[in-house]
């Protein structure tokens, strides 16, 4: 497993942007899928987007298709979510997920989470 820790959340208008970041903790991160997913007040979480251990392949829910982007360093052992034209329906802790096997992170049934960091979009 590895230790996951979340950054860049904060309150920002509609149709700005920001940039979360994921470092891990362990030196294996090179061998991990990774994936963001969030989960808004009283609802259920969801998936968000999800990023092959070389970066060479990137899936995204519907929702955020063309607005958001998944990246990786491996050398600084950390992911990226960039997040463009955000609306008020993106509001939501965002979660960073960690597994060996990337068809566990597409689902969530990963090993590892991040402690999560609020996204708040105003109108």
């Known amino acids: 497993q590895v230790q996951l820790v979340e950054s860049g959340g904060g309150l920002v208008q509609a149709g700005g942007s920001l940039r979360l970041s994921c470092v891990a903790s362990?030196?294996?991160?090179?061998?991990?899928?990774m994936g963001w997913f969030r989960q808004a007040p009283g609802k259920a979480r969801e998936f968000v987007a999800a990023?092959?251990?070389?970066?060479?392949?990137?899936y995204y829910a519907d929702s955020v298709k063309g607005r958001f982007t998944v990246s990786r360093d491996n050398a600084k052992n950390t992911v990226y979510l960039q997040m463009n034209s955000l609306n008020p329906e993106d509001t939501a802790v965002y979660y960073c997920?960690?597994?060996?096997?990337?068809?566990?992170?597409?689902?969530?049934?990963?090993?590892?989470w991040g402690q999560g960091t609020q996204v708040t979009v105003s109108s």
């Open positions: 362990g030196r294996t991160f090179s061998r991990y899928a």
């Open positions: 997920a960690a597994d060996l096997v990337f068809s566990r992170v597409q689902i969530g049934a990963v090993g590892s």
């Open positions: 990023i092959s251990w070389n970066g060479g392949g990137t």
